[in-house]
């Protein structure tokens, strides 16, 4: 049985970077066992216990992995680099932040008392309300426009280190942007 191990452990994929399929499975995954009360109850058992949320769901991303063939560090670390390889697939990303909300969402879960992960989750939906009435004034304007108002959000999402409460511009800061780049 040993060497069964030790030979599954040397074909784990180590190097290269996760395609997108290998991503996109991942996220999906996790998504699937995070909403699972068996295992929101594993995260909530370990903070009862002082460990970290994060360390936890980091752990079951590393389980995940390696049900897929992928060494688990290996596959962390591909996670960093998941902004930087696939910045320009749009779809990839929206599905990769989805992923780290998704983490973010299931360690608050766990820390939070009941009624302040109610007002987080309220919180949240109002601010993804004010980001779709944001996109739907930018549809109003011509696509480089577009491309200049994502440049000012993205440089203001960068500034405050991602902070969702930045990723909202009003419509005054959209046509601002619109004029400023219309000006001689």
């Known amino acids: 049985m040993a060497s069964n191990t030790s030979s599954a452990m040397r074909s784990l994929q180590d190097s290269g970077m996760l395609s997108k399929d290998q991503l996109v499975h991942l996220f999906a995954r996790f998504s699937s066992l995070t909403s699972q009360t068996d295992v929101k109850k594993r995260i909530r058992d370990a903070v009862k216990d002082k460990q970290e949320a994060v360390a936890v769901t980091t752990e079951i991303q590393e389980e995940i992995l390696l049900e897929m063939g992928i060494d688990p560090r290996f596959g962390i670390a591909c996670l960093g680099k998941v902004n930087s390889v696939y910045e320009n697939d749009r779809d990839l990303m929206i599905q990769f932040y989805g992923f780290v909300a998704k983490e973010e969402m299931a360690c608050d879960e766990a820390e939070l008392e009941p009624d302040e ?28 426009d577009q491309m ?34 219309v000006a001689p």
Request: hydrophobic fraction near 35%; avoid cysteine; glycine fraction near 0%.
């Open 117 to 144: 992960y109610v007002e987080k989750l309220h919180i949240q939906h109002q601010l993804q309300e004010q980001q779709l009435e944001m996109l739907k004034h930018m549809r109003k304007f011509r696509p480089d």
């Open 148 to 181: 200049a108002i994502l440049e000012v959000l993205h440089r203001q999402m960068e500034n405050t280190n991602f902070d969702n409460s930045s990723a909202v511009l009003t419509s005054d800061q959209i046509q601002a942007i619109v004029q400023k780049r």
